[in-house]
């Protein structure tokens, strides 16, 4: 690989989910406060609705009245918002690995 590809890919799989996280921990660390505590669940799953905006929509509101379709979706956010929260973790952890490993291919 050359140095262009190996930046590429770092700049990749670590900057960008690192910025983004970093953005949406910003945001959503000023919403979800009360009484001077951060709720740091809501803004984890808040965090996570962009990274899981893929597996959101696995259950499709067909049949139910206005209350069961606005029920299904708000099942399906926060189901998205759990799954993203977990990619998001895994996303990081891949971002701490690729430090040392961009490092390594760099020197070598």
Known sequence: MTKTEIIKDFLKKAVLPVVVALFLYSIFSRIFVE???????LIWLACGVPF???????LI??????AGTVGVVALNIVLGG???????IWKLAVAVWYLPLTVYRLVA
């Open 35 to 41: 009484d001077g505590v951060k709720d740091f669940f």
């Open 52 to 58: 899981g905006i893929g597996k959101m929509f696995t």
């Open 61 to 66: 509101p067909i049949g139910f009245g206005i």
């Open 82 to 88: 759990l799954i993203g929260g977990v990619i998001l």
